[in-house]
């Protein structure tokens, strides 16, 4: 089996992350989803949004075993590359963003995802700011 390199977007909101993978995708690469969008629509859409953040440390856990999902690689796929939306150092941010302390467990868990490569792309203009129901964080 040829070794699949491992290739995730990080970074700001409204950067171009998800238009870049959509492009990727539309080109026939495997692409993994944002987890943080998934879990925050979903809540948004059981009213439960403001909830997510009442618990912390579940929410942090619950970030972490989706990105550990969504970044398992099937054995079979013919790709030489896998791109993902964001990974495991997206949700170290996001907790210091929560101030939220990590746990010894929690780092080490994280800390097990390997990427070959990381790509973040400089913040756009401020006028192409997209601030939504989703994506509370201000420019």
Excluded: W
């Excluded at 026939?28 to 943080?36: K, Q």
């Excluded at 796929?77 to 791109?83: E, G, T």
């Excluded at 390997?114 to 401020?126: G, Q, S, W």
């Amino acid at each position: 089996m040829n070794k699949i390199i491992k290739i995730v977007f990080s970074g700001g909101p409204n950067v171009g992350k998800t238009s870049i993978l959509q492009e990727l995708k539309k080109r026939g690469y495997d692409v993994r989803n944002e987890i943080f969008t998934q879990l925050f629509y979903e809540a948004q859409n059981k009213n439960k949004f403001d909830d997510l953040f009442k618990d912390k440390k579940s929410l942090i856990k619950n970030l972490i075993n989706l990105q550990i999902e969504e970044e398992k690689i099937d054995s079979i796929s013919a790709q030489k590359y896998d791109f993902l939306d964001r990974g495991m150092v997206d949700i170290f941010g996001f907790s210091k963003e929560i101030e939220y302390s990590l746990t010894n467990q929690e780092f080490l868990t994280m800390t097990n995802s390997h990427y070959d490569l990381c790509f973040i792309p400089e913040p756009l203009e401020k006028k192409f700011y997209d601030q939504n129901s989703i994506r509370r964080q201000t420019f």
